[in-house]
Antibody, heavy 120, light 110 residues
């Protein structure tokens, strides 16, 4: 059974960066697209961007371009999301999510979520 | 990058059918068939209900169905049950190579 296991909660100060990992265990990794979605407290989800490990070509939501970097390590079946220049509005649960199939743009598998708190 | 438009709240009684709407533009909902719907109970991860406008993943009840007309997609839930009370989000592929979520609809089962 494939699972997406994310790294633990983080507390960061404004202006710093955070890097969240997402390990895909128990199944194929490279032939899927992996997205990052965040959800601020009491808000709806927001798509940040995605990568396809086999192609190593990320694409990002316009809102986050220049601040987010999504990478994949095929040797460890792990996808990473790094967000820089953090501000309080970035406090949210960050999820990784896997496409049903390559470029289906629908997510049938989600990580458990990683709470990132930005506070001085 | 504006979100897709969903009504903030909808309510229905057990056994009823209700329809949730999701309105976008010709650059997303109207121009592509990559519309999905998710159910999210409080504290839980979103669950995929519908993909590619009308398709249900295996294991999802056939009480959930999707459709689209022009720039508006819809999710219909028939035979409403107490456990259907949750937040519902639509998503759509948007030109070029991005995904947009709706603001979400809170469904209350009376």
């Amino acid at each position: 059974q494939v699972q997406l296991v994310q790294s633990g909660a983080e507390v960061k100060t404004p202006g710093s960066s955070v890097k969240v990992s997402c390990e895909a265990s128990g199944g194929t990794f490279s032939n899927f697209a992996f997205s990052w979605v965040r959800q601020a407290p009491g808000e709806g989800p927001e798509w940040m961007g995605r990568t396809i490990p086999i192609l190593n070509i990320p694409n990002y939501a316009q809102k986050f371009r220049g601040r987010v970097t999504i990478t994949a390590d095929e040797s460890t079946n792990t996808v990473y999301m790094e967000l820089s220049s953090l501000r309080s509005e970035d406090t949210a649960v960050y999820y990784c999510a896997r496409d049903r199939y390559l470029s289906s743009w629908s997510f049938d598998l989600w990580g458990q979520g990683t709470l990132v708190t930005v506070s001085s | 990058q504006s979100a897709l438009t969903q009504p903030a709240s909808v309510s229905g009684s057990p056994g009823q059918s209700i329809t949730l709407s999701c309105t976008g533009t010709s650059n997303d909902v109207g121009g592509h068939n990559y519309v999905s719907w998710y159910q999210q109970h409080p504290g839980n991860v979103p669950k995929l209900l519908i993909y590619e406008v009308t398709n249900r993943p295996s294991g999802v009840s056939n009480r959930f169905s999707g459709s689209k007309s022009g720039n508006t997609a819809s999710l219909t839930i028939s035979g409403l049950q107490a456990d259907d009370e949750a937040d519902y989000y639509c998503t759509s592929y948007r030109d070029t190579s991005s995904l947009v979520f709706g603001g979400g609809t809170k469904l209350t089962v009376l």
